[in-house]
């Protein structure tokens, strides 16, 4: 009997942590224990900075800043290595710190419409990363690094981006096998 009592408690405490994982969190007012956080949702928030306390949440896999008025992204954000997906779209952002090349487990980032011009080496490491969406940005290269990105990505999403041919090409030179989403441009002058 002993026994049956102690695989209960155990198979309630797994249900437990899946149920929690699956629970998304759109207020840091909801939170009690940020080691309970595994999706945070804080778009449309009217957000200036990333909050703090969002870097106290060691086992974040999806976080969503999207549609805020961040204009920066603290190096803290290399302390969140368990991130799978990262959206921080539409904001104010002009530059990607190196830190979050230390996100190793990212599989999605979304940097669309922020006025980004370029991208760190240290992306290079994101050897998970499969989508990566750039749209209404300034990036027009990629620094040679990424190459090592080659396999892993699957998109590469740039539409609404200042390329011309020759950076198309650079880009194709460079990244060969994940599918690209781009304008096409007439190179006319």
């Not at 870097?55 to 969503?64: A, G, I, K, P, S």
């Not at 999207?66 to 290595?81: A, H, K, V, W, Y």
């Not at 669309?112 to 240290?122: H, K, M, T």
């Amino acid at each position: 009997m002993k026994k049956i009592v102690v695989f209960l408690f155990f198979l309630g405490a797994i249900l437990g942590l899946n149920a929690q994982r699956d629970k998304v969190y759109k207020s840091l007012k909801d939170v009690r224990n940020p080691d309970s956080v595994y999706i945070l949702r804080l778009n449309y928030k009217r957000l200036r900075q990333i909050p703090p306390k969002v870097f106290q949440m060691r086992n974040l896999r999806t976080l969503d800043l999207g549609r805020n008025f961040i204009d920066s992204i603290p190096p803290e954000i290399g302390t969140l290595t368990h991130l799978e997906r990262l959206d921080i779209r539409r904001n104010r952002i002009r530059v990607v710190p190196p830190e979050l090349g230390r996100l190793v487990n990212l599989k999605y980032l979304n940097l669309s419409r922020n006025p980004i011009l370029d991208l760190p080496d240290e992306m290079s490491s994101l050897t998970k990363l499969e989508e990566l969406i750039l749209w209404c940005t300034g990036i027009i290269s990629f620094p040679p690094s990424f190459v090592a990105l080659n396999y892993t990505l699957k998109v590469i999403d740039l539409r609404v981006c200042p390329l011309t041919w020759d950076n198309q090409q650079a880009i194709e030179e460079l990244l060969p096998t994940p599918r690209k989403r781009w304008d096409y441009v007439c190179n006319c002058q």
